[in-house]
């Protein structure tokens, strides 16, 4: 069993199960100050007041009690990153001067660079080149305290290439102590052998791809970049409905370029979220109103392409849940860093600490399917949490961006950093 006593702030110490925080909620942030967090094997097993905390309560479980003083520190449950494909071969700086000259994102798709650009080089790689170059990201990500990832693929664009992705994701999932979920994102972007030929390949994704995805259960998601330039709201409905018949729950990459319809189509199939949508209006807020779908916003991506941010104030103003994702890529966020994420939230959406801290752990927990498990200190709950350097207050966290504020991480109970 570990003790973590004397802890400074036990951050989003929520007693209940819940699913996710929405609108004027998202200001809500249970702390518990002096605060203790016992963990038996790898859950959370109580917490509290250092005041409830006796030697009897640690008798009755008869067992060697690891103690850790977090004298001055604080503990957080571990960031849930539901948006970062950190499976790919290489990376595109070129492409990131032709962006400071002035390019646009979809001016260098179409040039051939971009996703396809990516995509050359992943089709080029072997799985274990995929592997150790993930395994190397996975864990930088978990040294700025994220505890658990949902992995995309779509850097491989054909049926050997896309299962490639898939398999090293599954291998990373066997092997890592963070909680990963892999999605199936074919649709990312049309191959160039196909180009001009989209349906077939829309066709290629449905009759080969979802029921050979589906058939070694490599997948828990279904993904479409449904939005200008890419897929269509009508190639996305196909995909969908084929990912559903095969068991694969959607999440949508939506609304980045423009008003696209994504975030509808994603809300008509239960999407678990739709991620992205910069362009998000009064229609896109009314539909996504009372709907399962978490909206996710990808802070670090809007900040790279230099984009129009989402409008994530208007969005928890009107009612709706927020969640934040990393979405570590090489093309548009070549950083996994979720601190980062959280400071961007604040300063750049308009988000409160609490708001922006609900929208990093339990929001994007809920994101990504694993809200039942982590993103709160809940009894019962995988143990996944941080503790922090020593530091003032909560809203010390997103303040001082750039520094890593998480000394140590500790995964299903046991110390990773
Ligand atoms: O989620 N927007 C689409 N897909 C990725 C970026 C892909 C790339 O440019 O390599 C994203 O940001």
């Known amino acids: 069993m570990i003790l973590v006593k004397n802890i400074k702030k036990l951050v989003q110490a929520e007693p209940a199960q819940v699913r996710f925080r929405a609108g004027a909620e998202m200001q809500n942030l249970p702390c518990i100050d002096n605060a203790y967090l016992l963990v038996k094997g790898d859950k959370i097993e109580s917490s509290g007041k250092m005041t409830a905390l006796s030697e009897k309560m640690l008798e009755k479980y008869n067992e060697k009690v690891e103690i850790v003083d977090a004298a001055g520190k604080m503990v957080f449950p571990a960031f849930c990153d539901s948006h970062s494909p950190i499976v790919y071969a290489g990376s595109r700086e070129i492409e990131y001067i032709d962006k400071i000259k002035g390019l646009s994102y979809e001016e260098i798709a179409k040039r051939g ?6 995509v050359d080089r992943l089709r080029a790689a072997s799985e274990d080149e995929l592997f150790d170059s993930a395994w190397q990201r996975l864990e930088e990500v978990a040294s700025f305290g994220t505890g658990a990832i949902e992995i995309k693929s779509g850097y491989g664009l054909d049926t050997e290439n896309e299962l490639k992705m898939l398999r090293v994701i599954r291998r990373l999932k066997e092997k890592s102590a963070l909680t990963i979920k892999a ?23 449905i009759n080969e791809m979802i029921p050979m995805v589906a058939a070694e259960e490599l997948a828990d998601y279904v993904d479409v970049f449904c939005d200008r330039g890419f897929f269509t709201p009508e190639d996305t409905e196909r995909i969908l409905m084929q990912g559903i018949k095969y068991g ?17 189509v994603g809300v008509k199939y239960n999407a678990r979220s739709v991620d992205h949508i910069e362009y998000t209006g009064d229609d896109e807020i009314a539909c996504l109103l009372g709907c399962v779908t978490m909206p996710t916003i990808l802070p670090g991506a809007a900040f790279f392409l230099g984009m129009v941010y989402a409008p994530a104030r208007k969005m928890i103003e009107a009612g709706l849940p927020v969640a934040m994702a990393g979405d570590y ?10 601190q980062f994420v959280l400071s961007m939230g604040c300063i750049k959406y308009g988000m409160i600490p609490e708001e922006a801290i609900n929208a990093v752990t339990l929001n994007s927990a809920y994101a990504m399917g694993v809200e039942d498990e982590l993103g709160t200190i809940t009894v019962g709950k995988t143990a996944n949490f941080f503790i922090t350097k020593p530091i003032s207050t909560i809203e010390f966290m997103p303040y001082a961006y750039g520094s890593n504020k998480v000394e140590s991480l500790y995964l299903r109970g046991v110390k990773k950093y």
Do not use: W
Not at 256 to 264: K, N, P, V, W, Y
Not at 329 to 338: A, E, I, L, T
């Open 113 to 118: 660079g971009g996703i396809l650009n990516s």
């Open 183 to 205: 999605n199936f994102l074919a649709a990312h972007a049309v191959p160039r052998e196909y180009i001009g030929r989209q349906t077939e390949y829309v066709d290629l994704i």
């Open 248 to 264: 694969l729950q959607p999440k949508i990459h939506a609304n980045e370029l423009d008003f696209s319809g994504g975030i509808q």
């Open 329 to 338: 890529n090489p093309g548009s966020c070549p950083s996994g860093n979720m």
